[in-house]
T-cell receptor, first 117, second 116 residues
């Protein structure tokens, strides 16, 4: 386990289709985040899990978006009825369970680039 | 709500020279963390340097150092002896400490090109 992995790396889908992305965090990290990054912007927070509990959702996460982390390990992000505006890089990050100054680092995956045509 | 502003969309520097990237932020919190993350082309984002707001001493990591001005809410990154591998997007980010969340608030980024 060398880092956060995301699958797929790229996804092209037709408008109206559903897509699902997967994130495997670093194994001992119980905190997992999803971010969305559009061209020319910094990542924007979507949702946060601590273990299997989804503790926070951004207002960016519309009803068409749903995220799960059923066993507190990997997470999935599903987008239903995709729209062109959903085209973006979807980033996953994980963090250590310990709260200290030295454990503030978030480790990111390479992201899933979604293109809706 | 916290905001992070990076006013330099793009910068370039000659190899071996020094460059400073700017970042300002807005918050009513007294205790927080600030970060610079690097995102190389087609690779994942990695942490460059972090600063705890309660520490007055500026953080340094090898060729990377920050100028943290808490009163001015300014957090600039200095890269010394720039290398070709420093070419990347650089994001300034803010995080509130503690609690169960710890999500990052990012600026829009600065695209740095190091030229040979």
């Amino acid at each position: 386990d060398t880092g956060v992995s995301q699958d797929p790396r790229h996804k092209i889908t037709k408008r109206g289709q559903n897509v699902t992305f997967r994130c495997d965090p670093i194994s001992e990290h119980n905190r997992l985040y999803w971010y969305r990054q559009t061209l020319g912007q910094g990542p924007e927070f979507l949702t946060y899990f601590q273990n299997e509990a989804q503790l926070e959702k951004s207002r960016l996460l519309s009803d068409r978006f749903s995220a799960e982390r059923p066993k507190g390990s990997f997470s999935t992000l599903e987008i239903q009825r995709t729209e062109q505006g959903d085209s973006a890089m979807y980033l996953c990050a994980s963090r250590s369970p310990w709260d200290s100054a030295m454990n503030t680092e978030a480790f990111f995956g390479q992201g899933t680039r979604l293109t809706v045509v | 709500a916290q905001t992070v502003t990076q006013s330099q969309p793009e910068m370039s520097v000659q190899e071996a020279e020094t460059v400073t990237l700017s970042c300002t932020y807005d918050t009513s919190e007294n205790n927080y963390y600030l970060f610079w993350y690097k995102q190389p082309p087609s690779r994942q984002m990695i942490l460059v340097i972090r600063q705890e707001a309660y520490k007055q001493q500026n953080a340094t990591e090898n060729r990377f150092s920050v100028n943290f001005q808490k009163a001015a809410k300014s957090f600039s990154l200095k890269i010394s002896d720039s290398q070709l591998g420093d070419t990347a997007m650089y994001f300034c980010a803010f995080m509130k400490p503690g609690g169960s969340q710890g999500n990052l608030i990012f600026g829009k980024g600065t695209k740095l090109s190091v030229k040979p």
